[in-house]
């Protein structure tokens, strides 16, 4: 099922109370697919779709948390995954969260019920691009639910790994508090691996460096 396109602008332009009218008149538009991108190529849940937008620049920042709180009330799948053509699973909507940078709707999306847990597109984690971006308060709140040392599918790296390479090298949606995570963490228990405490990135950052030996000692 396709979703309705007023559902869609209503998202876009983060206006809760239309989307809340519309969601009243068939509930099951909060779990209909919302086609966008480039020639509509792109099918994806509305939850999704909010940080889609977020990370757009569509959407402006702080109107994201009523659009979810709408969704869910209207009964949205917080751990909603399509199967691809390529037989992988998409990403759920807080795996989306985390990876776009929309820290705020990813913990509200925790905090409503979504599984840590669950896997991704690579085999991730949300906690593993929550680490990438550095998003520290998040990273925090997924630990609780999730192995601090699961290895995704297509870079064999746990979300320590992720942290130390989006701490070096800047990814889209950055939030700059990797170092952060990486003691979070190491005090949840994370491996860490030898060659990261000699990379010479690691070994000419001192806060990097302190975190991950509190898990080397």
């Given at each position: ?15 809760a ?6 969601l ?17 190529c ?71 019920g ?54 070096y ?49």
């Amino acid at each position: 099922m396709v979703c309705n396109m007023d559902v869609k602008a209503a998202i876009r332009t983060g206006n809760a109370e239309a989307l809340g009218r519309l969601l009243t008149q068939d509930a099951s538009w909060a779990n209909a697919l919302i086609r966008w991108g480039k020639d509509g190529c792109l099918l994806t849940h509305p939850l999704h779709y909010v940080s889609d937008m977020l990370f757009a620049g569509t959407l402006e920042k702080g109107k994201e948390l009523p659009l979810i709180e709408v969704l869910i009330q209207a009964g949205a799948d917080l751990n909603s995954q399509r199967a691809r053509e390529d037989g992988k699973q998409s990403d759920t909507p807080l795996i989306g969260a985390a990876s776009l940078g929309a820290e705020d709707a990813g913990l509200a999306l925790l905090d409503a019920g979504a599984r840590p847990e669950v896997r991704g597109l690579f085999g991730e984690t949300a906690l593993h691009w929550a680490a990438l971006l550095g998003e520290d308060r998040l990273a925090a709140a997924l630990i609780r639910g999730s192995d601090v040392n699961l290895k995704d599918e297509k870079y064999n790296s746990s979300p320590l790994g992720w942290a130390i390479h989006g701490c070096y090298s800047s990814p889209a949606g950055n939030h700059g508090k990797q170092r952060e995570v990486a003691a979070l963490l190491v005090r949840a228990g994370a491996t860490v691996e030898t060659t990261w405490l000699e990379s010479e990135n690691v070994q000419t950052d001192a806060s990097m460096l302190s975190a991950l030996r509190l898990g080397s000692s």
